[in-house]
């Protein structure tokens, strides 16, 4: 049986159409079948352009890389210019090459009559429950029995952590074998209560400031797994997947946005994601998830705690107070 050869030149152009198709929807695909999220995560333009100038500067060096690869990629382009095809194919190569790069050009260059862009509401909320106004971030105010069990946990060296976090956190303690779990921690509380830990008494003012330190890694932690993709490091609506919404994902440190509501309606979006919109949020179409159905309420609210610190911000205080 006669093996099929493939000459230089086909093989590029297929190259180049099968890196192009896995970028723009391989990954895509591939991202909802790793995330389970009911969406898929699109790739950047920048990204594809990236991916794409690597696939054309390596295929140039495989080309390249000696004379007889160079003429065997040359070879059809040669017999198409002289013809040997046939005229007729010739003719229509060599039209439609210029059409298409002047299509392009015009389409880039033309100025474009749109229609106004609708205002985008920041925060509908039509459908925003009533109870959830007064509500308040537990996670900022842990009680005198959180506080104790806390202190409790450092005195023992059994501090507990959250699943996502607990199997690094094991790496790090067979590699440095340090004489407390908490030595990691940069925060100056945790500093401070690791120095009162061999006289045995803890002050309580103190480990209250560290728990809430270790909660705010806690929440750092999910954000970072589950928000960071689309709102980015700094929590400005910059993350890798941003540029590939229809809407970006909004900016958490600009003024008009987290600081205005109560951080009630925050969970509540959080909570609800796009799903829960109202139908006057179109065209939000927001694309984020229904968080409750993947992360609990405490891992809810440890998130929103993580978001107003990362972007510097506070939230309004509800009428009612």
């Known amino acids: 049986m006669k093996k099929l050869k493939i000459g230089t030149f086909p093989a590029t152009i297929l190259t180049l159409l099968v890196v192009y198709a896995l970028v723009k929807w391989g990954i895509p695909a591939l991202s909802r079948e790793v995330t389970s999220l009911p969406f898929p995560l699109p790739v950047p333009g920048t990204l594809m352009f990236f991916y794409m100038v690597l696939t054309v500067v390596a295929l140039f060096l495989i080309v390249t890389f000696s004379d007889e690869g160079l003429n065997d990629f040359l070879r059809p382009v040669k017999k198409l210019l002289r013809g040997g095809y046939s005229k007729a194919l010739r003719a229509v190569v060599l ?80 590699e440095a074998e340090p004489e407390h779990v908490l030595e990691f921690f940069p925060g100056p509380a945790m500093r401070k209560l690791l120095t009162q830990l061999p006289s045995g008494e803890l002050d309580r003012d103190t480990a209250k400031a560290a728990l809430l330190e270790k909660t705010l890694f806690e929440g750092r932690a999910l954000y970072a797994m589950n928000c960071r993709a689309c709102h980015g490091d700094s929590v400005a609506g910059d993350g890798p997947m941003a540029d590939g919404f229809k809407l970006r994902p909004i900016d958490f440190t600009d ?19 796009g799903p829960g919109l109202p139908a006057e949020a179109t065209p939000w179409d927001s694309a984020m998830p229904e968080w409750k159905l993947s992360l609990t309420e405490a891992q809810r609210w440890k998130i929103i705690l993580a978001e107003y610190d990362l972007a510097q911000k506070t939230p309004r205080i509800p009428e009612s107070h």
Not at 260 to 273: A, D, H, P, Q
């Open 95 to 174: 039209t439609a090459i210029p059409a298409v790069i002047g299509w392009q050009v015009y389409e880039l260059t033309v100025p474009k009559v749109e229609v106004p862009s609708s205002l985008r509401i920041q925060h509908p909320s039509s459908n925003f429950p009533r109870s959830f106004e007064a509500k308040k971030n537990p996670a900022a105010a842990p009680t005198g029995t959180e506080v104790e069990t806390f202190m409790a946990e450092v005195k023992a060296n059994e501090v507990q952590f959250i699943a996502q976090v607990q199997e690094d956190i094991e790496h790090w303690l067979e």
């Open 255 to 273: 003024n008009g946005t987290i600081e205005t509501i109560v951080e009630g309606y925050t969970f509540w979006r959080v909570t609800n994601g």
